[in-house]
Every structure is written in structure tokens, then in C-alpha cells.
Nanobody, 129 residues
């Protein structure tokens, strides 16, 4: 079992920054990955970013590339999402998710929410114009 707890959301003005954290507990392996997704009211859930617990690969949605940075701290079992240059369209509920054993096709599969085994409750991010 894996438990995920997100924190760091809030209200920020456009152009501002926030850092989200996702504390993970439970088992993982070298083939485990963590992802961030978001869902705005009336819209479908969308992929934001993903990272593995080992290696240096990161993955981003085009809409956040260059503004958001995903990182991890293995010692703290925590994944971060640094969000800079925030826009009103970034307003959404942000979810952290975990997949325990991803063997192949990480680039494409990590962008699909159905790949993930566990989800957190999420944290709200609101960007005012």
C-alpha cells in the first residue's frame, strides 16, 4: 500500500509561485514513478508532470514546460512541484499519484492517469488575475 499526502496549495496572484509537496509512504522500487495531475471545474483531469524515484528522467505537459519543475527528495520520500509564472488557467485541484512498477513506455504511459495505482486527496491551487 502507498499513501500520498499533498500540501502547499493556496491562492496566489498571476505571475506568482507556489511549491506543492507530496509525501509518500509505503513501498516503492526503482521502477516506481510519481506524477502530478490537475483538474479544473468542468474539465477533465490532465497530466502535469512526472518523475521516477530513480534516474533523472522528468516529464512535463506542454502547458507547464518551462514554468513548472518536478523534483524529489528520496530521503524524505517526498516529491515536489515548483510552479512559477502561474497563470489563471493553472487554477485547479492538483493531485499526486504513484505507480509502483512501470516497466516500459514511461514517456507515454505516465501521461495517462489510468497508469497510476494510488492517488492523494489533492490540494487546491487558485491563481487570481
Amino acid at each position: 500500500q502507498v499513501q500520498l499526502v499533498e500540501s502547499g496549495g493556496g491562492l496566489v496572484q498571476a505571475g506568482g509561485s507556489l511549491r506543492l509537496s507530496c509525501a509518500a509512504s509505503g513501498r516503492r522500487s526503482s521502477r516506481s514513478f510519481m506524477g502530478w495531475f490537475r483538474q479544473a471545474p468542468g474539465k477533465e483531469r490532465e497530466f502535469v508532470a512526472a518523475i521516477g524515484w530513480s534516474g533523472g528522467s522528468t516529464y512535463y505537459a506542454d502547458s507547464v514546460k518551462g514554468r513548472f519543475t518536478i523534483s524529489r527528495d528520496n530521503a524524505k520520500n517526498t516529491v515536489y512541484l515548483q510552479m512559477n509564472s502561474l497563470k489563471p488557467e493553472d487554477t485547479a485541484h492538483y493531485y499526486c499519484a504513484a505507480v509502483l512498477n512501470l516497466i516500459a513506455d514511461a514517456e507515454s504511459r505516465l501521461r495517462n492517469g489510468r497508469t497510476y495505482d494510488y492517488w492523494g486527496q489533492g490540494t487546491q491551487v487558485t491563481v487570481s488575475s
